[in-house]
């Protein structure tokens, strides 16, 4: 599959049901059908889930979006479609709101061992910016800080 042949739409119920099992794939605590749902209602939040040309989910990701700063949660895809560009579709994205929306920044948290996603974070202009200490358990791990900022005067 090629990167053209992805298409990034809104989270919907449809895609519920696929994001509880990537969920259970991808995390140690993974969020239920139930929390997924509950975003579809929060007027502050941007879930876009990346399909095929048939409808496959192959992944998704999330934006909170608070006044004028962007919280990137949880940012996952299946194990076979991962280094296909999945991921970096749905960042794209983001990083095109924030600009049109004049947001101050995105930023995120991500394990230290998650060594493909930061180099993706980072190809976008992501630097790290802190760490929160034990913050990950099932290993227990610290969380990297990533921010990609869009002000000059906010750094």
């Not at 239920?32 to 990701?61: H, I, P």
């Not at 749905?90 to 930061?118: C, G, H, K, Q, W």
């Amino acid at each position: 599959m090629s990167e053209k042949h992805i298409r990034i739409v809104p989270m919907n119920a449809d895609h519920l049901e696929e994001l509880e099992r990537l969920e259970r794939i991808c995390f140690s605590r993974p969020w239920s059908k139930r929390m997924l749902g509950e975003e579809l209602e929060n007027q502050c939040a941007a879930f876009l889930v990346a399909e095929d040309e048939n409808g496959t989910v192959l992944g998704y990701a999330g934006l909170l979006v608070m006044l004028d700063e962007g919280y990137i949660t949880n940012v996952a895809v299946f194990p076979e479609y991962r280094r296909l560009g999945v991921a970096a579709k749905i960042i794209e994205v983001y990083m095109n709101f924030a600009a049109a929306n004049d947001l101050a920044f995105l930023t995120l948290e991500v394990r230290p061992s998650n060594e493909a996603a930061i180099a993706l974070y980072r190809r976008f202009g992501f630097e790290e910016v802190g760490r929160r200490k034990n913050y990950y358990d099932l290993p227990k791990e610290d969380a990297l800080i990533l921010t990609r900022y869009f002000k000059e005067d906010v750094q």
